[in-house]
């Protein structure tokens, strides 16, 4: 089974800051990984698919890059908005995510 | 516009069952994979099951294999999930989820639906 460990567990940042955001896989998982936002009391929403692709409607301050084991989420500036739980995903054998990064406004 | 819908969430005893649904509608039902998804109270992420477009093929993570049975009915475009011997480790809300496409991530999720296990 492929785990997914994300990091930080908990990001502290102002509005107008950049994000980094970490997502390491046990093995390779190729492009295979997805990013998504969830808010208190609602679902989840994918961000960004196949490691760099980002879905309908996502900004264009959500950016993902990586490939095999490493990647990483970046919001280029936070808005208000964006202060969430961020999760990776990937594919194999079913699917799993990682812990998940709280990005908590500083 | 893509919409779901949960419902028969609810209290339980643990060793009991519950099925739970999910409406579908605004997308072509029978075109695409359907998972359920869980999370338990101030918890991450934890994939239940999956099952084809079809109906056909169907996988589950070991935590809940041989108890929970995903199924859908394309005539309805509805998916169900059907809990056995519940436990107090299967609280959580359940979501259900459509995939982009075959084996792609999910675009589309409902709002949940709380299932609780307890005496």
């Known amino acids: 089974e492929i785990v997914l460990t994300q990091s930080p567990a908990t990001l502290s940042l102002s509005p107008g800051e950049r994000a980094t955001l970490s997502c390491r896989a046990s093995q390779s998982v190729s492009s295979y990984l997805a990013w998504y936002q969830q808010k208190p009391g609602q679902a989840p929403r994918l961000l960004i698919y196949?490691?760099?692709n980002r879905a309908t409607g996502i900004p264009a301050r959500f950016s993902g890059s990586g490939s095999g084991t490493d990647f990483t989420l970046t919001i280029s500036s936070l808005e208000p908005e964006d202060f969430a739980v961020y999760y990776c995903?990937?594919?194999?054998?079913?699917?799993?995510f990682g812990q998940g990064t709280k990005v908590e406004i500083k | 516009e893509v919409q779901l819908l949960e419902s028969g969430g609810g209290l339980v005893q643990p060793g009991g069952s519950l099925r739970l649904s999910c409406a579908a509608s605004?997308?072509?039902?029978?075109?695409?994979?359907m998972n359920w998804v869980r999370q338990a109270p101030g918890k991450g992420l934890e994939w239940v099951s999956v099952?084809?477009?079809?109906?056909?093929?169907?996988f589950y993570p070991d935590s809940v294999k041989g108890r929970f049975t995903i199924s859908r009915d394309n005539s309805k475009n509805t998916l169900y999930l059907q809990m056995n011997s519940l436990r107090a480790e299967d609280t959580a809300v359940y979501y259900c989820a459509k995939e982009q496409g075959f084996m792609r991530p999910f675009d589309c999720w409902g709002q949940g639906t709380l299932v609780t296990v307890s005496s």
């Open positions: 995903q990937q594919r194999s054998s079913g699917w799993t």
């Open positions: 099952i084809d477009a079809g109906g056909v093929n169907t």
């Open positions: 196949d490691a760099s």
């Open positions: 605004g997308f072509t039902f029978n075109n695409y994979g």
